[in-house]
């Protein structure tokens, strides 16, 4: 993967580690989505602890989320958790641009510490043919 579609992939792995208290840290990213105003609160699914995703052409796309880190209880991520790649492109980093802003702002003026760091992703679905290949790609760990 070269050129655009790595800086969309690099966008889109972008993920805010929150130290607090997860509810707090679920409270403040919250608001943040919100004030954004382009993703829809929907179901938490497995470890998410709140869940967003935002209506595009290519489904409810991208899914962000707050996670607990694996290996850290204080600390919480916010950040996607699942992609759309289609038409030999990754979906969705123009939509994740405009909640991290809010997100962050929101964060801050909590007084909770953070920190970016940089998440991987993994094909969820039958790789034959693209490469990449087109379909659901989802966040391989929360660190």
């Known amino acids: ?53 935002a209506e595009s052409a290519f489904g409810p796309f991208p899914r962000i989320a707050v996670l607990p880190a694996d290996e850290h209880p204080d600390r919480s991520l916010f950040g996607v958790d699942q992609f759309v790649w289609r038409m030999r492109f990754p979906q969705g980093s123009g939509f994740f641009d405009r909640a991290w802003t809010p997100v962050l702002d929101a964060v801050k003026s909590a007084g909770l510490e953070s920190h970016e760091q940089a998440g ?24």
């Open 1 to 53: 993967m070269a050129g655009k579609a790595a800086k969309h992939v690099a966008s889109l792995g972008r993920q805010l580690v929150i130290v607090g208290d997860p509810a707090a840290v679920t409270t403040q990213v919250r608001d943040g989505v919100e004030r954004c105003g382009r993703f829809t609160e929907v179901e938490a699914e497995g470890p998410e602890l709140a869940a967003w995703t």
């Open 120 to 143: 991987t992703f993994e094909f969820s679905g039958d790789a034959a043919g693209d490469d990449p290949p087109d379909g659901e790609w989802r966040l391989a760990s929360a660190r």
